[in-house]
């Protein structure tokens, strides 16, 4: 990298703001009055990609904290553990190939994003404007708190995220005494995952990490994966499914219940309404980021103990 084009901000290392915008006529002027690209090789495209991936692949197979899901949870509970742990690996892993679950909109298809207070602090924090309606504010699209938080996660240097892979069984160790722990997560990409039942082997991969945030939203076609898991293992005797809408006991109830659920699993977000039976809350997403740092806190509780 060459540091004299990037600057050091709160939210990392960032490219400098080039002082003047460039325009069509700029760049042809410097090549004939042509728009070129510098030349290349088919074979460099692919090296450039598949150098890197697979050397990333090699490096998180031993991560910090794998976070399973990037919905408003998973990414939240990833800004805060990799900011305030820039030492940490910190490595997403998301199902589907656009990170972000529900919110890109805020409920029904409609682009406005409700967010009680005070979870509102989260949004002064990583610089996402709003209208302060009171008791609760309101982001012009949701799209925006989204894109804001996803850059700011990946701009880190010690966050990894691998798109279009599905975290299909969790690592599950016993110790001498018998007691079960989570030491990391089984993943394939996803269409692999969607297929076994069409061909005959295609076996997994693993990470290997001393604490697994479950963050994989209600139940749907991949929903409350950690939950289920649980209790097909025998280590959760059965789901407290998700419980009818509320919104004034719900968003406490996930933020104040977000907790290591099984040795080495924190259970975040709307996937722990499925595992305690608790309500959920619709189109308000405070709970969603209260949780989300309420889990980056139990991280780090599990590995400093
Ligand atoms: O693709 C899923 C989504 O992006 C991903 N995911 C699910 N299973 C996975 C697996 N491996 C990898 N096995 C997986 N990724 O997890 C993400 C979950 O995001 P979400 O937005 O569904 O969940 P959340 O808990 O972060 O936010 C919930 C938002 C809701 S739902 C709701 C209601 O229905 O009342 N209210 C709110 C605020």
Same mark, same amino acid.
């Given at each position: 990298l060459d540091n004299n084009k990037f600057v050091e901000t709160r939210f990392g290392k960032q490219l400098k703001p080039s002082s003047k915008s460039t325009t069509y006529d700029d760049v042809a002027e410097n090549y004939d009055g042509q728009y070129r690209f510098a030349p290349i090789q088919e074979a460099q495209v692919s090296r450039a990609m598949i150098k890197r991936y697979f050397e990333t692949m090699y490096d998180r197979a031993i991560s910090d904290v794998v976070i399973v899901g990037a919905g408003s949870?998973?990414?939240?509970?990833?800004?805060?553990?990799?900011?305030?742990?820039? #030492?940490?690996?910190?490595?997403?892993?998301?199902?589907?190939?656009a990170p972000g679950g529900g919110a890109w909109l805020g409920g029904q298809l409609m682009?406005?994003?409700?967010?009680?207070?005070?979870?509102?602090?989260?949004?002064?924090?990583?610089?996402?404007?709003?209208?302060?309606?009171?008791?609760?504010?309101?982001?012009?699209?949701?799209?925006?708190?989204?894109?804001?938080?996803?850059s700011r996660v990946l701009a880190m240097p010690n966050v990894v995220m691998m798109n279009a892979t599905a975290v299909e069984d969790l690592i599950?160790?016993? #110790?001498?005494?018998?007691?079960?722990r989570v030491a990391g997560v089984v993943t394939n990409w996803t269409l692999v995952?969607?297929?076994h039942d069409t061909q005959s082997c295609m076996d997994p991969n693993t990470i290997t990490c001393p604490v697994v945030v479950s963050a994989t939203g209600h139940d749907g076609p991949m929903g409350a994966f950690s939950a289920k898991r649980l209790v097909s293992a025998g280590l959760l005797k059965e789901l407290g499914n998700?419980?009818?809408?509320?919104m004034n006991r719900s968003e406490p109830a996930i933020v104040n219940n977000t907790r290591e659920v099984a040795p080495g699993l924190i259970m975040a977000g709307m996937e722990l309404s499925e595992h305690d039976g608790k309500n959920r809350m619709g189109p308000t997403f405070g709970g969603m980021i209260g949780s989300g740092i309420k889990a980056a806190h139990e991280a780090l509780r599990v590995l400093d103990s």
């Open positions: 949870a998973g990414l939240t509970c990833a800004y805060h553990l990799a900011s305030t742990r820039p #030492d940490l690996k910190i490595t997403i892993i998301e199902a589907n190939v682009t406005p994003m409700v967010i009680r207070k005070p979870a509102d602090r989260f949004l002064q924090e990583i610089c996402v404007p709003y209208e302060d309606e009171g008791a609760y504010v309101v982001v012009k699209h949701a799209a925006l708190f989204t894109s804001t938080l996803l599950i160790h016993e #110790d001498h005494a018998g007691q079960q995952a969607l297929n998700m419980r009818g809408l509320d």
